[in-house]
């Protein structure tokens, strides 16, 4: 019994940096999607809830106390959780599908930013070292994403035998890679291609850093460009700009690998035709840019209206008359996909009317201006704000953290088509930056610990 007892303590003790090394296998998980890393986050937030009330700590009060972004989180979740109840009472029947409806998704939000402070708990209150090499389980990941999908695209099939599908038939144009039936390697590629810069920048020595930027950047932008994923291949050209500005020593590197990233780009659009017809002559016509799908034939004119009539126009105009009728608390969490189809909003103005609904308006802000209304929208923009002035504040001494704060600021780039923020694939994504962020806060990814 004796025996026992010790061997479960011994367990005990090996359980936080059991949590703390499960961070950093939840980038590889999310490929399999998210119910692993949704898992980890929280068994850790539920047993290091249970180690601080245990301990008689206030850990989590102090810092909500403390940190404005942390704060404001918390704010704008609580307020989510009683705008819920307000729109349950005032529209629904209560029958248990509407409750389900409204409260599946703000109920449980909490973890996803309880989650970081947990770890940095877990961090400081067992003394817990970790190399950093622990970010190379990230690089793989990446590697692999991409060779998988670079397969896809030149054999058809990638190595488990998927084939880039969307409702039930071939996509034309789109690769799927190792996601299964999910069309997203390159938003996967966007996301974290600057995590993988920031954590390359901890692993290898200045002189490695110096070929292996240009290596990941030709590399995972050509894949972005040939999943046929447009607007995460114009965010992380947007990212891949703002680091020029922000990040002076990396400015050649930057523009030798656009030099030949340019050209490789050039050869493959020219090799693959329909692949240029999406990425290019539909962009241009859906801009308004164009008159006709084929950007060869057109003066270049800027419409706007082109937009409107587009399927994400008819989407963002619908989500923004369904905040006209309701603008101070909006409709309430995951009810876009709900209210869109009301008879009233067969008026808008798109030629696309038709196909107004979805499961959300494919723009976070238009998606939270329409469910959570203005208070909603003006929290949500405090919380970013003291986000990327948290992340700001810490890069001016630790300067690989400009690399986290060009993919905060990506994730929340207002002009472009999104998916939902409420999915658990976008709040892990945000907490594992969350995490990162406030782990350099914390010294715990100081180089020296390599």
């Known amino acids: 019994m004796i025996f026992s007892q010790t061997r479960i303590e011994r367990f005990n003790d090996y359980i936080p940096n059991i949590l703390v090394f499960l961070f950093f296998l939840i980038p590889p998980l999310v490929i399999l999607g998210p119910f692993f890393p949704d898992l980890i986050i929280s068994l850790t937030v539920v047993y290091t809830l249970i180690i601080s009330i245990k301990d008689k700590k206030k850990f989590y009060f102090e810092i909500i106390k403390k940190d404005p972004f942390v704060k404001f989180f918390v704010i704008f979740l609580v307020y989510l959780f009683f705008n819920s109840i307000i729109n349950f009472l005032i529209n629904n029947n209560f029958i248990y599908t509407d409750f389900k409806n409204y409260f599946s998704r703000t109920l449980f939000l909490f973890r996803f930013i309880f989650y970081p402070l947990s770890i940095i708990y877990l961090i400081q209150k067992f ?76 692993i290898f020595d200045k002189k490695y850093n110096k070929y292996l930027f240009p290596f990941f950047l030709i590399l995972c932008l050509s894949t972005i460009l040939v999943t046929g994923e447009r607007a995460a291949f114009l965010l992380t050209a947007f990212g891949i700009f703002l680091a020029f500005i922000i990040i002076k020593h990396f400015r050649k590197n930057i523009i030798i690998s656009l030099l030949i990233l340019f050209i490789l780009t050039f050869f493959i659009l020219l090799e693959n ?178």
């Open 127 to 202: 003394n817990l070292k970790f190399k950093n090499k622990l970010f190379l389980i990230l690089i793989f990941t990446i590697l692999f994403v991409v060779f998988d999908t670079l397969i896809q695209y030149v054999f058809g099939k990638d190595i488990f035998g998927y084939v880039a599908s969307e409702r039930g038939s071939v996509a034309l144009n789109r690769l799927s890679g190792p996601f299964g039936d999910e069309l997203i390697p390159g938003s996967y590629l966007m996301r974290y291609f600057f995590v993988v810069i920031f954590m390359s920048i901890l």
């Open 273 to 450: 035709p329909k692949l240029k017809s999406r990425v290019i002559d539909y962009t241009l016509f859906q801009l308004g840019i164009t008159k006709n799908l084929d950007s060869n034939k057109n003066n270049f004119k800027i419409d706007l209206k082109k937009f409107v009539d587009s399927p994400y126009g008819a989407h963002w105009e619908t989500a923004f008359r369904i905040w006209q009728d309701n603008k101070f608390i909006g409709v309430g969490v995951k009810q876009f996909r709900v209210k869109c189809s009301d008879n009233k909003y067969k008026q808008i103005k798109s030629k696309l009317r038709s196909v107004r609904c979805a499961t959300h308006p494919h723009n976070t802000y238009m998606e939270i201006l329409s469910e959570t209304g203005l208070i909603g929208l003006l929290l949500f923009i405090l919380l970013i704000f003291f986000l990327i002035k948290k992340t700001y504040l810490i890069s001016r001494s630790k300067n690989n953290v400009k690399w986290l704060l060009i993919s905060i600021i990506l994730l929340f780039w207002p002009l472009i088509s999104t998916g939902s923020f409420f999915t658990n694939n976008t709040q892990i994504y945000l907490s594992f930056l969350i995490t990162l962020i406030f782990m350099s806060d914390i010294n715990f990814l100081n180089k020296d610990k390599i």
